[in-house]
């Protein structure tokens, strides 16, 4: 199964989620391979300071900044894993428009912070455009770095705003922003190995696994 993270907007935890989503899976089994389609290498990065610590599961990660390069090479060596999960930047890249064009799932994070809905409706607009091109690109939206108040008026809002853009699934499992999620992946771990353990994320990152994965 091929998992696109994308958005036009960048720091809405594309990478967060691609790399925590990369090590959750790997550590349930899976073959997984998390490829780098952002030129800044910031997936590429945390994972290269997981292997330098020397944590197991390794994940395999590629960099592929140029997006016909990337296109070709997930074309080719798919097959060869359970998982594929695609970062790209956050920008309308012709990386972006090749994980949209090959992904069974695109997985687009917003955040409440600074929420724009111009900036989730042009991605919309990329996203139907590829997908007029093609059958069956499933498109969710999840809040990222959302309020951990659960009567938040920004998380609210911006869920609100976004459940009225036809083009997106919005599921509603919200990440709460913690320290867990941008503590981990910068240290190429996923929330479930670092210690002290911090219960919520993993759980939060739990579900959102399980409803990408095995329910597509
Ligand atoms: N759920 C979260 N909780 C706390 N910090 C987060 C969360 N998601 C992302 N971040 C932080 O927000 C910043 C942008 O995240 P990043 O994954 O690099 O975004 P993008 O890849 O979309 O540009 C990073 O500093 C990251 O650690
Ligand atoms: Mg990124």
Redesign the pocket.
């Known amino acids: 199964m091929i998992v696109l993270v994308g958005?036009t907007?960048?720091?809405?935890?594309?990478?967060?989620?691609?790399v925590q989503m990369a090590i959750a899976r790997a550590r349930a089994g899976r073959r997984v391979w998390l490829v780098d389609g952002?030129s800044q290498a910031?997936a590429q990065a945390a994972i290269q300071i997981r292997a330098e610590a020397g944590l197991e599961p390794e994940i395999v990660c590629s960099l592929y900044p140029d997006g016909k390069i990337l296109r070709q090479q997930v074309r080719l060596q798919k097959d060869n894993y359970d998982d594929v999960i695609l970062?790209v930047g956050?920008r309308d890249t012709l990386a972006l428009r090749a994980g949209l064009s090959l992904a069974d799932v695109a997985l687009v994070?917003f955040?409440p912070e600074s929420f724009d809905l111009w900036a989730m409706q042009n991605m919309a607009d990329v996203v139907d455009e590829i997908g007029a091109e093609r059958d069956g690109l499933v498109t969710y939206a999840v809040l990222?770095?959302?309020e951990a108040r659960s009567a938040s008026v920004d998380n609210a809002d911006a869920a609100e705003a976004v459940q009225e853009i036809p083009t997106f699934t919005y599921l509603d499992l919200p990440?709460?922003?913690?320290?867990?999620?941008?503590s981990s992946?910068?240290a190429g771990m996923g929330v479930a190995e670092q210690s002290p353990v911090d219960p919520k994320a993993i759980a939060e990152l739990d579900r959102l696994v399980a409803r990408v994965f095995e329910e597509a």
């Open positions: 958005n907007k960048g720091g809405v935890g594309k990478t967060t989620l691609a952002d910031t970062d956050g994070p955040a990222n770095k959302a990440l709460v922003k913690r320290k867990a999620f941008s992946s910068g």
